[in-house]
Structures are given as structure tokens and as C-alpha cells.
């Protein structure tokens, strides 16, 4: 089993910037790939940002040049560095990680809000 807590959603301007954290736990040597995702009410969860099983890195055409993914291994801590901030990133947010067998590990959610 893995943990994982999101951290840093909150209010801010667009054009503002956000960083969001996740904290993992548990078995942390299963984990193969981990990722940041986003949903809105009435939408599907899709996929913000990842680190692939391979260590590179893939974004969302929505947010590529504008969000940042990365992590510090040694801590299990993982960043979305959320930067020029629209309205419409508004959404909760959601760490993911997922394992060897392709079971898949969510977090809570933090919410984000994009407004003036």
C-alpha cells in the first residue's frame, strides 16, 4: 500500500503562480511512475503532469511551459510548480503514483482555485 497527501491548493490571481507538494508513503519501492492529475465537477480526471516509469517527464498540451513537475526522491516529496495560472486550471488537484501491477494510488485532492 502507498500513501499520498497533496499540499499547497489554495486562491490565486490568474497569471499567479502555485506550488503543489505530495508526500508518499508505504511502500514506497513499488511505486513505478508518479504524476499529478486535475478534475473538475461533471469531468473526467486527466492527467496534469507525470514522471514516466522511464524518469522523463510528460506533460497535458494545457500546461506544457507553464507547469512543472519534480520531486526529491531521498524526502518521497513531489512538486507541481503551477506557474501563469488561468482560470481554467481551476480544479482539485490529485497526486498519483501507481505500481508495478498498474494498481494506481490516489491522495486526497487539493483544490485550486484561479480567480480575481
Known amino acids: 500500500q502507498v500513501q499520498l497527501v497533496e499540499s499547497g491548493g489554495g486562491l490565486v490571481q490568474p497569471g499567479g503562480s502555485l506550488t503543489l507538494a505530495c508526500t508518499a508513503s508505504?511502500?514506497?519501492?513499488?511505486?513505478?511512475?508518479m504524476g499529478w492529475y486535475r478534475q473538475t465537477p461533471g469531468k473526467e480526471r486527466d492527467l496534469v503532469a507525470q514522471?514516466?516509469?522511464?524518469?522523463?517527464?510528460n506533460y497535458a498540451d494545457s500546461v506544457q511551459g507553464r507547469f512543472t513537475i519534480s520531486r526529491d526522491i531521498l524526502k518521497n516529496l513531489h512538486y507541481l510548480q503551477m506557474n501563469s495560472l488561468k482560470p481554467e486550471d481551476t480544479a482539485v488537484y490529485y497526486c498519483?503514483?501507481?505500481?508495478?501491477?498498474?494498481?494506481?494510488?490516489w491522495g486526497k485532492g487539493t483544490l485550486v482555485t484561479v480567480s480575481a
Open positions: 498519483n503514483a501507481r505500481g508495478q501491477t498498474g494498481i494506481d494510488y
Open positions: 508505504g511502500d514506497i519501492s513499488s511505486i513505478v511512475a
Open positions: 514522471f514516466t516509469r522511464g524518469g522523463s517527464t
